[in-house]
T-cell receptor, first 113, second 110 residues
Framework: NAGVTQTPKFQVLKTGQSMTLQCAQDMNHEYMSWYRQDPGMGLRLIHYSVGAGITDQGEVPNGYNVSRSTTEDFPLRLLSAAPSQTSVYFC????????????FGPGTRLTVL | GQQLNQSPQSMFIQEGEDVSMNCTSSSIFNTWLWYKQEPGEGPVLLIALYKAGELTSNGRLTAQFGITRKDSFLNISASIPSDVGIYFCAGPPAGNMLTFGGGTRLMVKP
C-alpha cells in the first residue's frame, strides 16, 4: 500500500494563478481531509469529506474548493492564489468510525509570490 | 479559532532526560490524540485516548487523558535523538472535525 500520496511536493505560484493539489489514498478510507500548517499555528482544517459526493467546510475554508468524485481522490483547488495561502498543505485519510486516527500524506509546500 | 493550547512551545533537552508536555482545552473533549511530526513529513499518530483518566503507553511514551476531560499529558522517558520532532495534541471539538494544538517542538542534544 502506498498510503496517502500528495502531488506536487513543492509549488510556486504567482498571485491570481489557480492550481489543484492532488491527494489519493489506497486504503479504502471513507474520511479524507485537507489541512494547512503555518509556523506556530499547528494544523488547521480546510475541508473534509465523509465519503464520495460529500464534502464540508472546516476551520479555514475560504479561498479553497474541494470535490470527492471517488473514494480514492480528494483534490484541493485554489481558484485565485494569494500570498496568505503560502503554507504547507497536508491531506489525511481514515476510516469514518475512527476519523480521529488519521493517516497523513507527506505534504505539499506552496509558495505564492 | 484554535481551542487547544500546548506547552511548552519548545524544549531543548539532553539525551537520556525525561520529557513532559501538556495540552489544555477550553471545552470538554471525549477523545485526545497525540501525533508526532518529523522534519519534512506528515504527522503520525502516537497514542489515542478515549476515556477520562485513561493512561496509555507506546514504548517510552505515556499519555494520559485528564480527569476534567479538558487536558491531556504526554511523557517521554529516556529521550533519544530520534525523538526530535513536533508533538501535537488533537481532539474532536464537534462533528467530524479534528482540532490540533500549536505543537511542542522537541530538540534532543546527544
Amino acid at each position: 500500500n502506498a498510503g496517502v500520496t500528495q502531488t506536487p511536493k513543492f509549488q510556486v505560484l504567482k498571485t491570481g494563478q489557480s492550481m489543484t493539489l492532488q491527494c489519493a489514498q489506497d486504503m479504502n478510507h471513507e474520511y479524507m481531509s485537507w489541512y494547512r500548517q503555518d509556523p506556530g499555528m499547528g494544523l488547521r482544517l480546510i475541508h473534509y469529506s465523509v465519503g464520495a459526493g460529500i464534502t464540508d467546510q472546516g476551520e479555514v475554508p475560504n479561498g479553497y474548493n474541494v470535490s470527492r468524485s471517488t473514494t480514492e481522490d480528494f483534490p484541493l483547488r485554489l481558484l485565485s492564489a494569494a500570498p496568505s495561502q503560502t503554507s504547507v498543505y497536508f491531506c489525511a485519510s481514515s476510516r469514518l468510525l475512527t476519523y480521529n486516527e488519521q493517516f497523513f500524506g507527506p505534504g505539499t509546500r506552496l509558495t505564492v509570490l | 479559532g484554535q481551542q487547544l493550547n500546548q506547552s511548552p512551545q519548545s524544549m531543548f533537552i539532553q539525551e537520556g532526560e525525561d520529557v513532559s508536555m501538556n495540552c489544555t482545552s477550553s471545552s470538554i473533549f471525549n477523545t485526545w490524540l497525540w501525533y508526532k511530526q518529523e522534519p519534512g513529513e506528515g504527522p503520525v499518530l502516537l497514542i489515542a485516548l478515549y476515556k477520562a483518566g485513561e493512561l496509555t503507553s507506546n514504548g517510552r511514551l505515556t499519555a494520559q487523558f485528564g480527569i476534567t476531560r479538558k487536558d491531556s499529558f504526554l511523557n517521554i522517558s529516556a529521550s533519544i535523538p530520534s525523538d526530535v520532532g513536533i508533538y501535537f495534541c488533537a481532539g474532536p471539538p464537534a462533528g467530524n472535525m479534528l482540532t490540533f494544538g500549536g505543537g511542542t517542538r522537541l530538540m534532543v542534544k546527544p
